[in-house]
């Protein structure tokens, strides 16, 4: 069973880290990445910026540059880049805008509507949101009308599983991570999801798995396995995010 690990952090302190609400991360550099993924015969993946990186990019290219052409990078981006700081970033493997709702430091939700329309006309760019899903109702309509549009860690919350699953039936994306830091039931979640939208759930480890009360653990793969049949395990493995990224 090949992996395309849709959401990983690589933490370098040979570049800057912003403390963020009072943490600080623990270095979990290239090596360290790989080391630990071994056996799991990850085929690619998704170097995903986190809020302690603000909007650093030199260490995310440095980790790209290591990690080879099937990775790619999820950045956060002030409001305003310039079109030629996108398009240099693009070249380079930068494929996704995050907006960090949760733990802040990236651009604000006031500004998703025009940011995101625009990295997507500009370089096709989709972003990401890192929100609890029980907040989703304030901005569904927004969503709705975005190009394209992913929610990190199954929307976090029981209460938000209901607004995030009507926009999973618009065509939001759901990243199956982060299992370890979710207060919902996960194997509900992940049925109902693939149920309305069987393009929708994308695989990740969330390495290091920073603040999360649980870190990755095989058994997070297994539970998957458990779940689904093998046409719809490679999907949520390895399709599903591989031609989002790169498709």
Known sequence: MKIFDAHFH????????IENQGYTPPSYVVSDYQHETTNLNVQGGAIV????????Q??????????????????????????????????????????????????????LDYFARRVYDLVGWHSELYIDAKELPSIASTIERLPAISIDHLGLSEEGLTPLLKLVDKGVRVKATGFGRVDL??????????????????FGTDL????????????DIELIQRSFDERATEKIFYTNAFEWYFK
């Open 49 to 56: 910026s986190g809020s302690f990186q603000g909007f650093d």
């Open 185 to 202: 039931n996960v194997e509900n979640a992940l049925k109902a999801i693939y149920k309305v939208n069987p393009d929708s759930l994308m």
């Open 208 to 219: 290091p798995s920073t603040r999360a009360k649980r870190p990755f653990e095989y058994a």
């Open 10 to 17: 690589i933490i370098d302190f040979d570049f800057p880290i």
């Open 58 to 111: 030199d260490y995310l290219l440095n980790a790209l540059k290591q990690m080879g052409p099937t990775y790619c990078g999820v950045t956060q981006l002030p409001f305003d880049v310039t079109d030629e700081e996108i398009i240099d970033l693009h070249n380079k493997g930068v494929r996704a805008l995050r907006f960090n709702i949760k733990r802040g430091g990236s651009e604000d939700l006031s500004k």
